[in-house]
C-alpha cells in the first residue's frame, strides 16, 4: 500500500467514524515505515478536523463526531508510542478539566479530542477538579496550554482560583490558559486573566496551537 | 374583581389564548440563595424534603413575587431514581449526575418495575401536593421533568448519542423506559395537584443530534407525554437548551403549548418558525438576570416584549446568586405587558 493511501485511508476511517479500521490502518502504517507523526496529523487528525468542520456547518451530530473520535482515538493509541518525544515532533502538553461537570462536559471531550487532533499531548483531570488539582497538573507536567472549563455558574469562581493558584507558584506565564463553557463569556476571561475563550471544540484547538508558539522552550527549566 | 387568577390567567397564555395582562412565571429553575434565607428552606435539603421543597418554592411566589409556584430546583432526580450515581448539590449548586446505570438491552429489563412513591421522585409529588393545598385554587402549581431523551442520556452516559446510530433497537427500548417513566411520573404530579408541566430536555437538542435523529427519537416521545397532559387539560412547555431556532417547528410538532427558549435564541426569529406555539424567554440567567441591575433588566426585558416574547422569563435555570431585585425587575416588566 501506498503511504498516500493509508494516509487517505485513515482520514477516511475517522470521517465514517470506523474504529477497527483506523486501528487496522495505523498498524499497516506502522509496518510500512510511514512516520507516525505524519499518519496522526495528515491521516487521523485530518479526518477529525473535516468532521469537525462538518459538524460546525451542521452536516454531521453529535454521533458522527463521537464515532469519529473514537476511531481517531483508536488509531493514535496504535500511533502515538511510537512518536519521538523529543525535537521538532515532540507533542506539547494539553491539561485539561472541568471545575465541575454534568451531562455536558461533552463540551469538555471535545476540546480534548480536537486538541488531540492537532498534535496535543492530552492530560485529562476529568471533571469536577479541585483547584490544587490543576496548578500541580500543570507544573507536573510542564503544561503548554490549560483548559478549565465549567457548566455552572456557581462553580465560575473556581476559575478565578485556578488563576490564583497558577500565579502564586509563579507558574502562570508558563503556560497558555483557555477556559471555556455554556456559562463563559470574553470578558469574564479577561477579568480573570485567561488567555482566550472559544466558542468551538476546534477554534480551541487552532487557537491554541498557535499560541503555544510564542512560549519560551526553556521556562520550565 | 380581578377576572383573572393568576391560574386562569397562565392557563390561558399558554394557550395563547387572550387575557388581560401577561403573567410572571419563570418555568424554569426558581431556588436561590436569597429566598432560602429568607424562608429557611435551604439547598440541597429543599432537593430532599418535600416539605423544605414546597417552602423554598413558595418562596418564589411571597419572596419575590412570581405568579406561580414550581418544583423542584434541579433535574437529576428521574436519573437518581433509576440508580445513576449523583454529586451532591451545595446551598449554591445543584446536585449533578456523575454515574450510569445502563450499558445494554439486559439492563433496560432490570429497571422496568418501579415504585413512584420512592426516592425524589416521591418527594416531589409530596411537595406539590402540599402547594397545590395551600395555593392550588389560586396560583398555577408548575411540575417539571427531565426529559425522556436527556434521561436516557443520564442512564447512558455518552454512549448514548452513538446508540441513537449504531443501535436502534437498544435507542428505542430506553426511549421507551424513559417515555412511560415520564409520562407515569407527570400523571402523578397531576394527581397530586400540579396543572402546568415542564419537559426540561437538554440534550435533546437537534442542534446537538440533529433534525434526523430529533424527529426519530425525541419528538414521538415528546409527543406522548404532551396528549397524556392534554388528556388532562394541563399545558405543557418545552424547554431545550442553546440555539434552537433551527428546529422549532420540529419542536412543536410534539404538539408542546410553549416553548422555552435559550438566551441563544432572537425571539423575533423564534415566534416566525413556531406555528401557534408560545415562545416564552429569554433573559439571559448569567450575564443579565444575575449580573446587570434591575434597571438594565427593564431595558433588555422591553426588547424582548416588543420582539414578542410570549411570556417574560429567563432564557435556563435562575443561578442561586441571583438577587430577588433583579427578579422582580423581570417580573414586574412582565405584569405591566399587555398582549
Ligand atoms: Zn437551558
Redesign the pocket.
Known sequence: MEENEIINGLTEAVVNGKKDQAAELSQKSLDEGVDPYIAVINGLAKGMEIMSEKYENKQAFMPHLLMASNAMYAGMDVLIPHIKTEGSGARKVLVIGAVEGDVHDIGKNLVKTMMSAVGFEAIDLGKDVPVEQFVEAAAQNKADVMSISTLMTSTMDNMQRVMDGLNSKGIRNNMKVIVGGAPITADFATEIGADATKTDAMEAARWAKEAVESLSPGRWD | MDEYTPKKRLALALRGESVDRMPAISV?QTGTVEQMEACGAFWPEANEDAEKMATLAEAGHTVVGFEAVRVPFDITAEAEFFGCEIKAGTKEQQPSVVGHVIKSIEDIEKLKDYDLSEGRIGVVCDAIRILAGKYGDELPIMGSMLGPFSLAQHMNGDDWFMAIMTDEKFAFALMELTTEFNIAYAKKMVDNGADTMVI?D?TASAMLIGDEFYQKFVVPAHKRIVDTMHELNVATVL????DTTPSLALMESSDVDAI?V?QNVDVATALSKVDSAVIIGNLDPVSVLWKKTPEQIREVSKDLLAAGAGLLGP???IVSKTPNANLQAMIEMAKGHTY
Open positions: 424554569t426540561i437538554p424547554h431545550i437548551c442553546g422555552s435559550d432564557g435556563c435555570g
